[in-house]
């Protein structure tokens, strides 16, 4: 398998576990419709887990353009390879959307709220405020590359590294994640916001393009201001 196929795999197993959890808790009639913000954060770590083992002996398991970039400002990644990194990240995204598409499809025409189907794919803030709501981005972000990073530098017993990523994401997602549901991936917003936009989701609405770039210019803030942090202080 090749690093570029890896990443789609990997980012596509990522949203359809992680789009998969806000789709069974937001779209109506599922069984699991109503699942509290620690089932989500807990599903989207489990998600990057997966992800993880599935193909991280032959990428690294990035999965997300953030820590792509950050890899490769600390020197532990080419970057001749970050264009095709991201590109395989944003498809792979974009093919786990239509997954949770086609699993849910009777529960989309069900649902009334465009706003909860949206959901199911892209990130959006419970307040709107543009300078709020990136800096939330880059905080989150922040954290994310500091914590791989760390978790980097340490050993672990074979095997058990994808669960201290997934612990990982499961913090950030209850402590900082309840202002712009936490992208800390522009692929994974970027990705699944666009198969909202191009796919035929029934009842779907707007997919608010407008609010679109922080999720994408928040976390590669974030990484940036991680790497270069690591780099000097460590």
Known sequence: MSPFLAEFIGSAILIGF????????????????????????IAWGLAVTLGIYAVGEVSGAHLNPAVTIALAITGDFPWSDVPQFMLAQILGCFT??????????????????????KGV???GPAIKATIPNLISEVIGTFFLILGLLYIGANEFT?????????GLII??????GGTTGFAINPARDFGPRLAHFLL??????????????????????GAVLAAYFYSNVF
């Open 200 to 221: 035929p989701v029934p009842g779907k609405g707007s997919s608010d393009w407008n609010y679109a770039w922080i999720p994408i210019i928040g976390p590669i803030l």
């Open 121 to 123: 794919f892209c990130t």
């Open 158 to 166: 074979q095997g058990l590294k994808p669960f201290a990523v997934g």
């Open 96 to 117: 786990g959307a239509g997954i949770v598409v086609i699993h849910y499809w009777s529960h989309w025409k069900v649902t009334e709220s465009t706003d909860d189907i």
């Open 18 to 41: 992680g789009s998969g959890v806000c789709a069974g808790s937001s779209l109506k009639g599922t069984i699991s419709n109503g699942s509290n913000w620690l089932i989500i954060c």
């Open 171 to 176: 913090a950030i997602g209850l402590s900082f």
